[in-house]
């Protein structure tokens, strides 16, 4: 699960960020009093910086209202590799003195070096922490050698009282307690220690609380995540915690959330645990037995996670859904009476939990009227209505709450009451209507149910004068996540057909995207093999779309999805490809409240949140293999004629790193493709010399290729010859 919720909180909690995206610095900046010049920090101007070595310190201006020194606080910079390498070092400051900040007389300074990225220089951390008390400076050193590639990654430091703590992409590299200073102006320093070199700082930030009587109340959305059972939630910037709690969540399926009032809303669902037509009730009401159960103990029930329904009732037994109060080996004994002694027939499974991030606890869902939809694997929010679907033992219904009181599920209320809440399905009169797969709310104007083959909307108010119309017979969502909203509000998602595109205002059809383009991989795909989700990425004006293979789906273990970007602009179709360890299980489009933050992330089996970069050289540590592929060409100019390559040469980037290329030779534009590589070369940064393939036939194809990120082609040239007929064999 991946979902955020919006918190208003008054605990302080706030951030200061410098993105060095111009020429200059913000104002806010000054010269260190200590150095000699400050340094260029232009990651984004790379034509510009002049690579001889460089050193420069910067000061911020105090905070206002300053910082809270009796919470912790961090002092972090994202250092971004230059042409796959790092070249030299980069300096926190920190806790120097309000009015006249001097590093090397009071605070703490904390160096990381590094160096290298490649396979022959393999790149290496050496750092310091250094205070400086009265000019008088205690030094602690530290160092490590990271593995395989350089790359990009947040160097922190964490200050909580006088504890210092240092990271490095996450890994903790020294931790010291210092003695006490009172000041709390930060700064950051580069020094460039190879020539032609450069060093470069993406991002400078202080997240911190405030030190002030009258906080501000801010909004912030947490970011919620889940994996392995448990529930992670977001305590600051790019920072996950696991909650500490008796609940659990499914751990191997996608599970869906919604937030309503500063909660988060969670449809958990799983496998019934137990299940049986020969369930008995004690007078009290309070006691659920069965014969067909030996050992309630063994079914891997816990009494905070589960719902037990009751149906088919006799006796005094009321029908519902209620909670366990504790499991013994005989029976469960439930937390409130179900009436009085009767049979029945019982369901235990997962029932729907809430987060809520202002008391940080994670609740089993209760209803003060009516009875929780459980099972259900689908939730959305319209009207201001909790919405449930998917539940296998009705696939083709939905359920809706009391407008304003998610907590009230009782259908039975006055017909009079138009508030009240309600359930029922998409389908013509007298017909069973499909399986609901997907619910998609638009504001609150309208509601999309996406079935397997049909598409229908709900205008207005389900209670309230609302109409339900057929959008398509034939088109429908094959999943929960298969589905995300473009750059103009359109619904775009993954059909039986392919994908498809509806426009937003209600009552529109859906159309076919780029269908002449459309892999045949995502026709028909088989919900029972894959996890499907999609996310429009702005940031890179597209979309994403994974189909990752359930582990427990196929023999043997992992094996490869297949995934796909779907460029916007030139409605273009990329296959992508992901590590085994790293395939996503779902795919988020987050909303941070930092705006750099506001991307696309990939929760993976492997346990890891992933998202995508400019800045990132390599991918985990693991170099990028890239391609382009050019053609085919034709070298005679008609059907005839054969042609020979005498030269060929390319204009790189001036910051590119190098390319690799092939030229591939054959007598069938189609045969081109496979055909045995004639000649290779490599290209360098900027203009290179002419290469002569003499490479003849009747058609060519140009791969170029790379291992190095980031590589741009200015230009591409060849001169062509016309050498006679063609000749087949």
């Known amino acids: 699960m991946m979902a955020t919720v919006p918190h208003v909180s008054d605990s302080g909690l706030t951030y200061w960020t410098e993105h060095f995206d111009g020429e200059t610095v913000d104002p806010v900046w000054s ?68 009015a006249a900040p001097d590093a090397t007389d009071e605070g703490i300074t904390v160096e990381i070096e590094l160096i290298g990225g490649t396979d022959e220089d393999p790149p290496v951390i050496q750092g310091r922490l250094i205070e400086y008390n009265a000019g008088a400076p205690t030094y602690y050193d530290f160092d490590m050698i990271l593995p395989d590639k350089a790359d990009a990654g947040w160097f922190r430091v964490l200050i909580d009282g006088d504890d210092v703590t240092v990271y490095w992409q996450d890994t903790e590299l020294a931790s010291e307690t210092v003695t006490a200073h009172a000041g709390q102006r930060v700064g950051v320093g580069i020094e460039c220690t190879e020539y032609e070199g450069v060093c470069l700082v993406d991002r400078f930030r202080v997240e911190y609380y405030e030190d002030t009587v009258a906080i501000v109340k801010r909004e912030r959305p947490v970011l919620v995540v889940s ?28 599970i869906a959330a919604i937030d309503r009032g500063q909660k988060l809303y969670i449809a958990d669902y799983g496998d019934v645990n137990a299940e049986g037509t020969d369930g008995a009730v004690n007078a009290a009401g309070t006691l659920l037995t069965a014969v067909s159960v030996a050992n309630w103990t063994l079914l891997g029930l816990d009494a905070y996670s589960y719902h037990v329904v009751l149906t088919a009732v006799t006796g005094n037994i009321v029908a519902g859904v209620y909670e366990i109060d504790s499991i013994a080996a005989g029976g469960l004994t439930l937390t409130a009476s179900v009436g009085g002694s009767g049979t029945c027939d ?79 399905s998409v389908s013509e009169a007298g017909a069973v209507g499909e399986p609901i797969k997907a619910i998609i709310p638009f504001s609150d104007d309208y509601l999309i149910f996406g079935c397997k083959n049909s598409l229908w909307q709900l205008e207005g108010d389900a209670v309230y004068g609302g109409q339900l119309n057929i959008l398509d017979m034939s088109v429908g969502i094959v999943d929960k996540m298969a589905w995300c909203k473009g750059p103009g509000g359109e619904l775009i998602f993954l059909s039986n057909d392919g994908v498809y595109v509806l426009s937003p205002g209600g009552g529109s059809h859906p159309i076919p995207f780029s269908r002449e383009k459309l892999p045949q991989e995502l026709k028909n795909p088989d919900t029972n093999m894959y996890d499907i989700s999609m996310a429009y990425d702005p940031v890179f004006n597209g979309v994403h779309l994974y189909m990752t293979v359930h582990r427990d789906a196929v023999a043997g273990g992992a094996q490869p999805g297949l995934h796909w970007w779907i460029d916007w602009n030139f409605k273009g179709f990329w296959p992508m490809k992901t590590t085994t360890s790293l395939e996503p299980r779902v795919v988020f489009q987050s909303q941070s409240y930092e705006a750099a933050n506001n991307n696309v992330l990939l929760g993976t089996y492997l346990g890891v949140i992933c998202n995508y970069s400019y800045s990132r050289g390599s991918d985990e540590g693991s170099a990028f293999e890239s391609y382009v592929m050019y053609g085919p060409i034709s070298l005679g100019g008609s059907m005839y004629r054969r042609g020979l390559i005498s030269e060929l040469w390319g204009v790189l980037d001036e910051q590119s790193a190098f390319v690799d290329w092939s030229v591939l030779v054959a007598e069938t534009e189609e045969s081109a493709r496979g055909a045995t590589v004639h000649t290779t070369g490599r290209w360098y940064a900027g203009a290179s010399s002419k290469s002569r393939p003499r490479a003849r036939g009747m058609s060519f194809l140009l791969k170029i290729s790379s291992e190095v990120a980031p590589w741009a082609i200015d230009k591409i040239g060849a001169i062509i010859k016309r050498v006679g007929r063609q000749r087949l064999e």
């Not at 000699?36 to 984004?44: A, G, Q, V, W």
């Not at 994996?227 to 996608?254: N, W």
């Not at 997962?350 to 009227?369: E, N, Q």
């Open 31 to 98: 010269a260190a009093s200590w150095g000699t010049d400050s340094p260029e920090i232009l990651p984004r101007n790379l034509d510009e910086v002049d690579t001889d070595l460089t050193v420069g310190d910067i000061v911020r201006d105090a905070f206002s209202p300053l910082i809270d020194l009796t919470q912790e606080y961090t002092v972090s910079i994202y250092i971004v590799p230059f042409k796959n390498k790092h070249h030299g070092k980069y300096t926190v400051y920190a806790r120097m003195d309000n």
């Open 227 to 254: 994996g392995g059972g448990g529930l992670y939630r977001e305590t600051s910037l790019d920072t996950l915690a696991e909650l500490t709690t008796d609940l659990g969540l499914s751990a191997d399926r996608q």
């Open 346 to 424: 019982f369901r235990v499974e997962r029932g729907p939990k809430i987060y809520d991030p202002s008391a940080d606890t994670l609740a089993l869902m209760t209803t003060t009227d009516g009875s929780v939809p459980v099972g259900c694997s689908i939730i959305a929010r319209y009207r201001d209505r909790l919405v449930f679907a998917g539940d296998p033992n009705a696939p083709h219904l939905w359920y809706m709450s009391r407008q304003g009181d998610p907590e009230d599920f009782d259908y039975g209320a006055s017909a009079m009451d138009f508030g009240r809440a309600t359930a029922g």
